[in-house]
C-alpha cells in the first residue's frame, strides 16, 4: 500500500517514523548507532564541548522517510532542527516535502499518528 503522509518524531535517542494512509501505517523506530552523550563543558579544558552531531542517524531517518510525498517532523529540542539541516544538505529533493515541524513532547505513537492526521488534514485544506 502506498502512503503519502509521513511524520517523524525525533530527538537524539532514536526517531519514530510513521508512514499513514487513509487506513493504514507502517511505524518504525530508528535508533543512532552510538548512545547519545549528553553535552558537557568544562573551564578551561581544551577539546571539551559539543558532541558532534551523528550524520549516520540522521540518514538512517532520511532512508526511513523515503517514499512519503509530505512529511511531518516533530520533537522536543533541537534533534528535528539538526535533521532538516541534514535533509537540505544531503538529500535536497526531500526538502521540498517537509510541510511541517512542530515542537512535541513524548507522545506514543497513537498520538503521533492522530496528531499528525489532524496535521495534514488542516494542511490539505489549506491548500484546497
Not at 532514536?14 to 552510538?34: F, L, N, Q, T, W
Not at 573551564?43 to 512529511?71: C, M, N, S, T, W
Not at 532542527?81 to 521540498?96: E, G, T, Y
Request: charged content about 20%.
Amino acid at each position: 500500500m502506498s502512503h503519502y503522509h509521513a511524520v517523524v518524531w525525533i530527538d537524539h535517542a532514536e526517531a519514530h517514523v510513521i508512514h499513514i494512509s487513509p487506513d493504514d501505517i507502517e511505524s518504525s523506530i530508528v535508533r543512532p548507532g552510538k548512545p547519545h552523550q549528553h553535552l558537557h563543558s568544562k573551564r578551561g579544558v581544551v577539546g571539551v564541548g559539543r558532541v558532534p552531531e551523528d550524520q549516520h542517524f540522521y540518514h538512517e531517518v532520511v532512508e526511513a522517510l523515503k517514499g512519503a510525498g509530505e512529511i511531518l517532523i516533530v520533537g522536543p529540542a533541537n534533534a528535528k532542527l539538526n535533521l532538516i539541516k541534514h535533509i537540505h544538505h544531503h538529500d535536497q529533493p526531500m526538502s521540498s516535502k517537509i510541510v511541517g515541524v512542530e515542537t512535541v513532547d513524548h507522545p506514543t505513537d497513537g498520538q503521533l499518528v492522530a496528531y499528525a492526521r489532524k496535521y495534514f488534514t488542516a494542511a490539505n485544506r489549506l491548500q484546497s
